[in-house]
């Protein structure tokens, strides 16, 4: 954050916020905010699931169109099949799968709908640009940059889908930050 210049004020805000508490645990958290801050927003995230939801919709082109994303809908295809992609590799305790499968995930996807978009180029943004996911071209798998990234999109895809349930799950460690995530997206919710 030295590099980047910003203003006391700013500053002095990013110290005020309770995510400044988590960042020194959570090293990704760090980078986020870096980036975040890099792109010159204006607004900070006061919480890590705001963080992320703001980390991800600046790295899937949603507010800059010099990212190469021309229009919303391929955003929302991009973030709807990385929601579909977290959520089969989530219930099935994957940490990669194969790019054929990725590629049938998001032709799935595109054949339900009437979408007029160029299905190669949006693919290649999706596991090639979108500084969240990464393919390994030696095994020709997919896998999620960092785990809390498939954890967050798993979150978003159980509150879109309404099918976020409170059980015992919560308490496990394997689901713990996808529901720390779900609960965060539930704003102004008792």
Known sequence: CNDISITD???NGIEKT???KF????????????????DEIKELPSTMTELYSKYSEIVLGRWDTSKGLLSQTEYDVISNVLIELSMYMMDNALNCISVSEVQDIFLNYLAKRNLKIDEEKLFNRLIYRSEVTSVNVRTNTFSFLH???????????????????ITDKI?????ANSYFFYFGLLRDNE
């Open 9 to 11: 004020k700013l500053k």
């Open 18 to 20: 309770p995510l400044f």
């Open 23 to 38: 960042i020194p645990r959570t090293p990704i958290s760090a980078i986020l905010l870096a980036r975040i801050l890099s």
């Open 147 to 165: 785990r809390s990234f498939m954890e967050y999109f798993y979150a978003e895809g159980i509150r879109k889908k309404g099918i976020g349930e």
């Open 171 to 175: 308490y496990d460690i394997y689901w």
